[in-house]
Nanobody
Framework: QVQLVESGGGLVQAGGSLRVSCTAS??????????TAWIRQAPGKERELVTA????????YYTDSMKGRFAVSRDNAKNTVYLQMNSLKPDDTAVYYC??????????????????WGRGTQVTVSS
C-alpha cells in the first residue's frame, strides 16, 4: 500500500516558479519500488499526465507541452518526489496529483495506469 500526500501548491503569477512535493508512506515495499507521476486536472478538463519518473530516478518522461519548463526529481531516502515548475502560464492552473505504480508494471504513460493517488494540490497561475 502507498499513501501519497502532495504539498506546496499555491497562487503564483504568470512567468513565476513553484515547486510541489509529494511524500509517500509505503508499507510492504519501499518507495524505490514505484514509478511515480504527476498528473494534473484543469477546470472542466480531463486529467492529463504531466511527467513520470522511474523508481531510481534515472529516467523521466514529460508531456511535450511541459518539456523545458517542468522538472521532476525524487529523493527515495525521503520518500519524496518533486515537481519544479518554471515559466508558469495561466493554462497551467490545475489540481496537481501525485500517483504511483509498482515497478513490475513498467512506466505508465496514461493517467489510468497509476494505482495509487494523492488528493492533489491546487496550483493557480494568475495572468
Amino acid at each position: 500500500q502507498v499513501q501519497l500526500v502532495e504539498s506546496g501548491g499555491g497562487l503564483v503569477q504568470a512567468g513565476g516558479s513553484l515547486r510541489v512535493s509529494c511524500t509517500a508512506s509505503v508499507s510492504g515495499r519501499t518507495f524505490s519500488n514505484y514509478y511515480t507521476a504527476w498528473i494534473r486536472q484543469a477546470p472542466g478538463k480531463e486529467r492529463e499526465l504531466v511527467t513520470a519518473i522511474s523508481p531510481g530516478g534515472s529516467s523521466t518522461y514529460y508531456t511535450d507541452s511541459m518539456k523545458g519548463r517542468f522538472a521532476v526529481s525524487r529523493d527515495n531516502a525521503k520518500n519524496t518526489v518533486y515537481l519544479q515548475m518554471n515559466s508558469l502560464k495561466p493554462d497551467d492552473t490545475a489540481v496537481y496529483y501525485c500517483a504511483a505504480r509498482l515497478y513490475t508494471l513498467g512506466l505508465g504513460l496514461a493517467r489510468t495506469d497509476y494505482t495509487y493517488w494523492g488528493r492533489g494540490t491546487q496550483v493557480t497561475v494568475s495572468s
